[in-house]
Protein backbone atom coordinates (compact mmCIF):
# COMPACT_ATOMS: atom_id res chain seq x y z
CA UNK A 1 0.00 0.00 0.00
CA UNK A 2 1.24 3.22 -0.98
CA UNK A 3 0.77 6.49 1.18
CA UNK A 4 1.21 9.04 -1.26
CA UNK A 5 -1.81 9.03 -3.88
CA UNK A 6 0.19 12.12 -6.42
CA UNK A 7 3.46 13.93 -6.49
CA UNK A 8 2.71 17.17 -7.87
CA UNK A 9 5.94 18.79 -9.16
CA UNK A 10 6.68 22.00 -10.91
CA UNK A 11 5.71 25.91 -10.19
CA UNK A 12 4.43 27.29 -7.28
CA UNK A 13 3.88 30.84 -7.44
CA UNK A 14 1.64 34.09 -6.46
CA UNK A 15 -1.55 34.80 -8.92
CA UNK A 16 -2.41 38.11 -8.51
CA UNK A 17 -6.20 38.14 -9.98
CA UNK A 18 -7.33 41.49 -11.25
CA UNK A 19 -10.73 42.13 -9.62
CA UNK A 20 -12.55 43.65 -12.22
CA UNK A 21 -14.27 41.01 -14.67
CA UNK A 22 -13.00 40.87 -18.21
CA UNK A 23 -10.82 43.87 -18.30
CA UNK A 24 -7.76 44.00 -19.38
CA UNK A 25 -4.19 43.78 -16.91
CA UNK A 26 -3.39 47.52 -18.66
CA UNK A 27 -6.74 48.86 -17.24
CA UNK A 28 -6.82 46.64 -14.08
CA UNK A 29 -6.84 48.86 -10.80
CA UNK A 30 -6.80 46.50 -8.23
CA UNK A 31 -5.68 42.96 -7.97
CA UNK A 32 -6.21 40.00 -5.10
CA UNK A 33 -3.48 37.12 -4.15
CA UNK A 34 -3.94 33.83 -4.29
CA UNK A 35 -1.81 30.54 -3.78
CA UNK A 36 -1.09 29.97 -7.56
CA UNK A 37 0.62 27.40 -10.58
CA UNK A 38 -0.43 24.82 -11.50
CA UNK A 39 0.59 21.91 -10.01
CA UNK A 40 0.04 23.86 -7.00
CA UNK A 41 -3.41 24.06 -7.90
CA UNK A 42 -3.86 20.16 -8.40
CA UNK A 43 -2.17 19.37 -5.09
CA UNK A 44 -4.65 21.63 -3.12
CA UNK A 45 -7.45 20.47 -5.18
CA UNK A 46 -6.19 16.69 -4.46
CA UNK A 47 -6.14 17.19 -0.39
CA UNK A 48 -9.27 18.70 -0.95
CA UNK A 49 -10.89 15.79 -2.25
CA UNK A 50 -9.26 13.77 0.37
CA UNK A 51 -6.16 12.38 -1.37
CA UNK A 52 -2.66 12.79 -0.12
CA UNK A 53 -0.66 15.01 -2.50
CA UNK A 54 2.53 15.88 -2.40
CA UNK A 55 3.88 19.06 -3.60
CA UNK A 56 7.94 19.57 -5.21
CA UNK A 57 8.45 22.75 -5.47
CA UNK A 58 10.28 25.92 -4.69
CA UNK A 59 10.05 29.57 -3.73
CA UNK A 60 11.66 32.15 -2.17
CA UNK A 61 13.29 33.43 0.84
CA UNK A 62 10.58 36.55 1.38
CA UNK A 63 7.52 37.15 2.58
CA UNK A 64 5.92 36.07 -0.11
CA UNK A 65 7.59 32.35 0.06
CA UNK A 66 6.19 32.40 3.68
CA UNK A 67 2.93 32.98 2.59
CA UNK A 68 2.80 30.23 0.17
CA UNK A 69 4.19 28.00 2.68
CA UNK A 70 1.29 29.28 5.22
CA UNK A 71 -1.46 28.45 2.51
CA UNK A 72 -0.04 25.06 1.89
CA UNK A 73 -0.39 24.02 5.02
CA UNK A 74 -3.92 25.46 5.65
CA UNK A 75 -4.71 23.20 2.76
CA UNK A 76 -3.07 20.06 4.40
CA UNK A 77 -0.34 19.68 1.53
CA UNK A 78 2.98 19.04 2.98
CA UNK A 79 5.74 21.38 2.48
CA UNK A 80 8.71 18.59 3.27
CA UNK A 81 9.80 19.00 -0.15
CA UNK A 82 9.33 23.11 -1.24
CA UNK A 83 12.58 24.41 -1.61
CA UNK A 84 13.64 27.72 -0.26
CA UNK A 85 16.16 29.84 -2.53
CA UNK A 86 18.16 32.55 -0.84
CA UNK A 87 19.16 33.73 -4.44
CA UNK A 88 15.88 34.52 -6.68
CA UNK A 89 12.77 36.12 -4.99
CA UNK A 90 9.25 34.21 -5.11
CA UNK A 91 7.45 33.76 -8.80
CA UNK A 92 4.68 36.21 -9.18
CA UNK A 93 1.80 36.47 -11.90
CA UNK A 94 -0.37 39.16 -12.44
CA UNK A 95 -3.26 37.68 -14.36
CA UNK A 96 -6.83 39.55 -15.56
CA UNK A 97 -10.16 38.02 -14.05
CA UNK A 98 -11.81 36.80 -17.19
CA UNK A 99 -14.54 34.51 -18.62
CA UNK A 100 -12.76 32.92 -21.42
CA UNK A 101 -8.65 32.26 -21.57
CA UNK A 102 -7.32 34.73 -19.07
CA UNK A 103 -4.35 37.20 -20.09
CA UNK A 104 -1.25 37.19 -17.82
CA UNK A 105 2.24 38.51 -17.34
CA UNK A 106 4.72 36.25 -15.83
CA UNK A 107 7.67 37.05 -13.36
CA UNK A 108 9.26 34.10 -13.08
CA UNK A 109 12.28 33.96 -10.79
CA UNK A 110 12.55 30.74 -7.75
CA UNK A 111 9.85 28.66 -9.58
CA UNK A 112 12.63 26.79 -11.42
CA UNK A 113 15.01 25.73 -8.65
CA UNK A 114 14.00 21.86 -8.30
CA UNK A 115 16.40 19.25 -7.68
CA UNK A 116 16.60 15.86 -7.46
CA UNK A 117 17.74 16.11 -3.58
CA UNK A 118 13.80 17.67 -3.38
CA UNK A 119 12.08 13.92 -4.71
CA UNK A 120 14.08 11.20 -3.33
CA UNK A 121 13.77 7.64 -4.68
CA UNK A 122 11.92 6.28 -1.24
CA UNK A 123 9.31 8.69 -2.08
CA UNK A 124 9.07 8.61 -5.21
CA UNK A 125 8.38 4.69 -4.54
CA UNK A 126 5.41 5.09 -2.17
CA UNK A 127 3.62 7.46 -5.03
CA UNK A 128 1.11 6.47 -6.88
CA UNK A 129 1.09 9.33 -9.96
CA UNK A 130 3.71 11.75 -11.03
CA UNK A 131 2.27 14.76 -12.19
CA UNK A 132 3.75 17.71 -14.17
CA UNK A 133 3.19 20.56 -16.24
CA UNK A 134 4.42 22.36 -19.57
CA UNK A 135 5.51 25.81 -17.37
CA UNK A 136 7.70 23.41 -15.23
CA UNK A 137 9.83 21.58 -18.17
CA UNK A 138 9.97 25.13 -19.73
CA UNK A 139 13.29 26.11 -18.05
CA UNK A 140 16.70 24.63 -16.17
CA UNK A 141 17.66 23.12 -13.75
CA UNK A 142 13.54 22.00 -12.69
CA UNK A 143 13.41 20.64 -16.52
CA UNK A 144 15.89 18.00 -16.34
CA UNK A 145 14.67 17.55 -12.47
CA UNK A 146 11.77 16.24 -13.60
CA UNK A 147 13.01 14.19 -16.78
CA UNK A 148 15.30 12.52 -14.84
CA UNK A 149 12.24 11.47 -11.96
CA UNK A 150 10.06 10.89 -14.59
CA UNK A 151 11.68 8.15 -15.96
CA UNK A 152 13.03 6.63 -12.13
CA UNK A 153 8.98 7.04 -11.50
CA UNK A 154 7.76 5.20 -14.63
CA UNK A 155 10.28 2.50 -13.62
CA UNK A 156 9.11 2.46 -9.79
CA UNK A 157 5.66 1.60 -11.54
CA UNK A 158 4.01 5.08 -10.94
CA UNK A 159 1.40 6.63 -13.72
CA UNK A 160 3.03 9.80 -15.36
CA UNK A 161 0.48 12.50 -16.26
CA UNK A 162 1.43 16.48 -17.68
CA UNK A 163 -0.99 19.03 -18.24
CA UNK A 164 0.63 20.69 -21.46
CA UNK A 165 -0.20 24.47 -20.52
CA UNK A 166 2.20 26.16 -23.05
CA UNK A 167 2.52 29.42 -23.89
CA UNK A 168 5.29 31.04 -25.46
CA UNK A 169 5.22 33.95 -23.24
CA UNK A 170 6.33 31.00 -20.83
CA UNK A 171 8.78 28.84 -23.35
CA UNK A 172 9.78 30.84 -26.58
CA UNK A 173 11.09 28.28 -28.66
CA UNK A 174 8.71 26.29 -30.00
CA UNK A 175 10.71 23.67 -31.63
CA UNK A 176 12.62 22.19 -27.77
CA UNK A 177 9.65 22.73 -26.02
CA UNK A 178 8.38 19.82 -28.67
CA UNK A 179 11.66 17.83 -28.25
CA UNK A 180 11.06 18.20 -24.43
CA UNK A 181 7.46 17.04 -24.52
CA UNK A 182 8.59 14.19 -26.32
CA UNK A 183 11.17 12.92 -23.81
CA UNK A 184 8.20 13.21 -21.23
CA UNK A 185 5.85 11.55 -23.36
CA UNK A 186 7.30 8.40 -24.20
CA UNK A 187 6.91 7.36 -20.58
CA UNK A 188 3.12 7.18 -21.37
CA UNK A 189 1.79 10.16 -19.11
CA UNK A 190 -2.07 10.89 -18.77
CA UNK A 191 -1.83 13.71 -21.06
CA UNK A 192 -4.35 17.28 -20.44
CA UNK A 193 -4.09 20.26 -22.44
CA UNK A 194 -6.74 23.03 -24.33
CA UNK A 195 -7.49 24.18 -27.50
CA UNK A 196 -5.92 27.43 -26.72
CA UNK A 197 -2.48 25.84 -25.45
CA UNK A 198 -2.37 23.71 -28.98
CA UNK A 199 -2.71 26.81 -30.53
CA UNK A 200 -0.05 28.38 -28.77
CA UNK A 201 2.07 25.27 -29.42
CA UNK A 202 1.78 24.84 -33.66
CA UNK A 203 0.77 28.09 -33.73
CA UNK A 204 -2.12 27.58 -35.89
CA UNK A 205 -5.57 26.24 -35.50
CA UNK A 206 -5.37 21.84 -35.35
CA UNK A 207 -7.61 19.62 -36.26
CA UNK A 208 -8.78 17.23 -33.28
CA UNK A 209 -7.45 14.52 -34.88
CA UNK A 210 -4.04 15.91 -36.17
CA UNK A 211 -3.60 16.88 -31.57
CA UNK A 212 -4.20 13.20 -30.93
CA UNK A 213 -2.07 11.85 -33.44
CA UNK A 214 0.70 13.97 -32.78
CA UNK A 215 0.66 13.18 -28.99
CA UNK A 216 -0.13 9.74 -29.51
CA UNK A 217 2.82 9.57 -31.57
CA UNK A 218 4.94 10.80 -28.83
CA UNK A 219 4.31 8.17 -26.95
CA UNK A 220 0.82 9.09 -24.85
CA UNK A 221 -2.05 6.42 -24.85
CA UNK A 222 -4.82 8.58 -23.37
CA UNK A 223 -5.04 12.24 -24.50
CA UNK A 224 -7.84 14.71 -23.02
CA UNK A 225 -8.83 17.92 -24.66
CA UNK A 226 -10.53 20.47 -23.32
CA UNK A 227 -12.50 22.68 -25.30
CA UNK A 228 -14.09 25.36 -23.14
CA UNK A 229 -17.88 26.03 -24.49
CA UNK A 230 -17.46 23.10 -26.67
CA UNK A 231 -16.81 20.25 -24.55
CA UNK A 232 -14.07 17.81 -23.76
CA UNK A 233 -12.98 14.85 -26.02
CA UNK A 234 -10.45 12.12 -25.05
CA UNK A 235 -8.73 9.63 -27.15
CA UNK A 236 -7.11 6.52 -26.04
CA UNK A 237 -5.35 4.13 -28.41
CA UNK A 238 -7.38 1.19 -26.95
CA UNK A 239 -10.51 2.86 -25.92
CA UNK A 240 -11.10 4.96 -28.68
CA UNK A 241 -12.82 8.65 -28.97
CA UNK A 242 -15.16 9.84 -26.01
CA UNK A 243 -16.92 13.20 -26.12
CA UNK A 244 -19.11 15.32 -23.02
CA UNK A 245 -20.86 18.33 -24.14
CA UNK A 246 -19.62 21.46 -21.23
CA UNK A 247 -21.93 21.49 -18.25
CA UNK A 248 -24.52 24.70 -18.24
CA UNK A 249 -23.01 26.96 -15.72
CA UNK A 250 -25.34 29.93 -15.00
CA UNK A 251 -22.66 32.12 -13.93
CA UNK A 252 -18.47 32.51 -15.21
CA UNK A 253 -16.68 34.22 -11.88
CA UNK A 254 -13.45 33.39 -12.52
CA UNK A 255 -12.03 31.12 -15.14
CA UNK A 256 -8.18 30.85 -13.50
CA UNK A 257 -7.39 27.28 -12.22
CA UNK A 258 -10.35 25.64 -14.27
CA UNK A 259 -8.66 23.43 -16.15
CA UNK A 260 -6.25 22.67 -12.76
CA UNK A 261 -9.75 21.50 -11.11
CA UNK A 262 -10.70 19.73 -14.48
CA UNK A 263 -7.17 17.27 -13.92
CA UNK A 264 -7.88 16.67 -10.46
CA UNK A 265 -10.68 15.44 -11.11
CA UNK A 266 -9.66 13.31 -13.89
CA UNK A 267 -6.89 12.61 -11.94
CA UNK A 268 -9.00 11.29 -8.49
CA UNK A 269 -11.19 9.28 -11.11
CA UNK A 270 -8.60 7.30 -12.13
CA UNK A 271 -7.14 6.82 -8.81
CA UNK A 272 -10.41 5.33 -8.21
CA UNK A 273 -10.27 3.09 -10.86
CA UNK A 274 -13.44 4.94 -12.89
CA UNK A 275 -13.79 4.28 -16.45
CA UNK A 276 -12.96 7.33 -18.95
CA UNK A 277 -16.32 8.56 -19.01
CA UNK A 278 -16.80 8.54 -15.47
CA UNK A 279 -13.58 10.52 -15.57
CA UNK A 280 -14.82 12.98 -17.74
CA UNK A 281 -18.02 13.77 -16.01
CA UNK A 282 -16.17 14.03 -12.40
CA UNK A 283 -13.35 16.15 -14.06
CA UNK A 284 -16.07 18.52 -15.41
CA UNK A 285 -18.02 18.65 -12.12
CA UNK A 286 -15.13 19.74 -10.20
CA UNK A 287 -13.98 22.14 -12.97
CA UNK A 288 -17.73 23.70 -13.27
CA UNK A 289 -17.89 24.43 -9.21
CA UNK A 290 -14.04 26.43 -9.80
CA UNK A 291 -15.64 28.59 -12.70
CA UNK A 292 -18.35 29.73 -10.22
CA UNK A 293 -15.74 30.72 -7.78
CA UNK A 294 -13.09 33.01 -7.63
CA UNK A 295 -9.73 31.79 -6.52
CA UNK A 296 -9.75 28.49 -4.68
CA UNK A 297 -12.43 26.06 -4.52
CA UNK A 298 -15.13 27.02 -1.97
CA UNK A 299 -14.78 25.76 2.08
CA UNK A 300 -18.29 25.71 2.67
CA UNK A 301 -19.30 22.65 1.00
CA UNK A 302 -18.98 18.59 0.47
CA UNK A 303 -16.43 18.82 -2.85
CA UNK A 304 -16.16 15.35 -2.92
CA UNK A 305 -19.69 14.59 -2.09
CA UNK A 306 -20.91 16.92 -4.89
CA UNK A 307 -18.89 15.55 -7.82
CA UNK A 308 -19.40 11.60 -6.99
CA UNK A 309 -23.51 12.57 -6.89
Given at each position: ?????????????????????NTSINRTKDYHRFLGGSPTNVAV???????????????????????????????????????????????????????????????????????????????????????????????????????????????????????????????????????????????????????????RLFAAVKSEEYIFDFFHELGAKT??????????????????????????????????????????????????????????????????IKLQNVGRLPDNINIKKLIEE
Amino acid sequence: MKSIDIICVGEVLIDFIGHEMNTSINRTKDYHRFLGGSPTNVAVNASRLGLNALLVASCGQDGLGDYILRKLKDNNVSVDNIGKSDQSPTSVIFVSKSTETPDFIPYREADCEIYESQLPDDVLADARIFHTTCFALSKNPARQTILNRAQKAKELGLQLSIDINFSERIWPNREEAKQVLQQYLANDPLVKLSEDDCYRLFAAVKSEEYIFDFFHELGAKTICLTKGKNGVAVSDVDQGLFFQKAMAINEVKDSTGAGDAFWTGFLYAQLHQKDLEKSMTIAQKLAAIKLQNVGRLPDNINIKKLIEE
